[in-house]
């Protein structure tokens, strides 16, 4: 087929979350465990499972024409692609990732420029160099594969360059932040290539348009009442939504049929103010998106 888009999903940690938001947004990709090749409902798609450390390289390189990854791995490999929209999985986590610079508690660095000559341990390997390369600042950076926090804990480095969302367990392992390097969401990258065909870009745009649909709707639930229409201002001051509630007239009646979208915790707190205002038959309905 001359028209075939080649998808990179994230294997790890997003996966089972990026199979769940394209599911929401209308396909269905099935993963075996036996392969890294995973089925989807669209005769237009091609999907491989890809570690998001790598995502970046093989978009770059064409292999695929796009993919879902961690902003931090596709700046870590300089990939030269194009970032096509932000995916911020609240199944995930809401919070960035961030990348900081630590150092023990009683270290008397404040800055990176106290660094120079330093050795700094980290995964992030490419971006750190690059980072005080930048600041002319000249350290010596080391890969670190795993236990991290321990290396400088130990005295086998002088600093790190850690992930971390809240700094709780860096700070519980009596360490310090001395800044953020980084902030890292996940992001739809697109190859250069691709996005310039026309086709693909249109199917790329497609795909992110869905996604965000479905990253929207979630939390977000439909409310929809039948109330008497003399109750109806009364009841649209208490009722939360994106927009003005849609209110329509019930046939040969003096009530009204209401109808919003709101946050999933409002839910429990408004139902029994509607009750008190007369509302009957409410129904609370999911979302898949919202666009």
């Not at 999985?89 to 420029?113: C, F, H, I, M, N």
Request: aromatic share 6%.
């Amino acid at each position: 087929m001359s028209n075939l888009l080649k998808l990179g999903v994230p294997k790890g940690s997003l996966e089972n979350a990026t199979v769940e938001l394209f599911r929401k947004a209308g396909w269905q990709i099935s993963v075996s465990s036996r392969s890294y090749f995973p089925g989807v409902d669209d005769e237009e798609m091609n999907c491989k499972l890809i570690r998001p450390q790598e995502m970046g390289k093989y978009v770059e390189r064409g292999t695929i024409d796009a993919g879902i990854a961690g902003r931090d791995w596709v700046r870590e490999n300089d990939s030269d692609v194009v970032e096509v929209c932000e995916m911020v999985y609240s199944k995930v986590s809401r919070r960035p990732a961030r990348w900081v610079l630590v150092v023990t508690g009683d270290s008397k660095v404040q800055g990176p420029e106290d660094l120079r000559g330093a050795t700094i341990s980290t995964e992030l390997v490419g971006f750190t160099r690059r980072y005080f390369a930048e600041r002319d600042i000249p350290v010596n950076v080391e890969f670190s594969w795993g236990a991290t926090e321990a290396k400088v804990v130990d005295g086998l480095c002088d600093a790190i360059v850690e992930v971390t969302e809240t700094g709780s367990t860096i700070r519980a392992n009596g360490l310090r932040i001395v800044c953020d390097l980084m902030e890292s969401v996940p992001v739809l990258i697109a190859n250069k290539a691709s996005w310039s065909d026309p086709w693909k870009r249109a199917k790329i745009e497609t795909i992110a348009t869905l996604l965000n649909a479905a990253l929207d709707a979630e939390n977000m639930v439909g409310l929809k009442m039948n109330a008497p229409a003399d109750r109806i201002e009364a009841i649209i001051k208490v009722l939360p939504s994106l927009k003005n509630p849609t209110v329509s007239h019930l046939y040969n009646s003096d009530w009204v049929s209401v109808e919003s979208v709101l946050n999933e915790k409002e839910v429990r707190r408004i139902i029994p103010e509607l009750i008190k205002l007369g509302a009957e038959g409410i129904i609370e309905y999911p979302l898949n998106k919202i666009i």
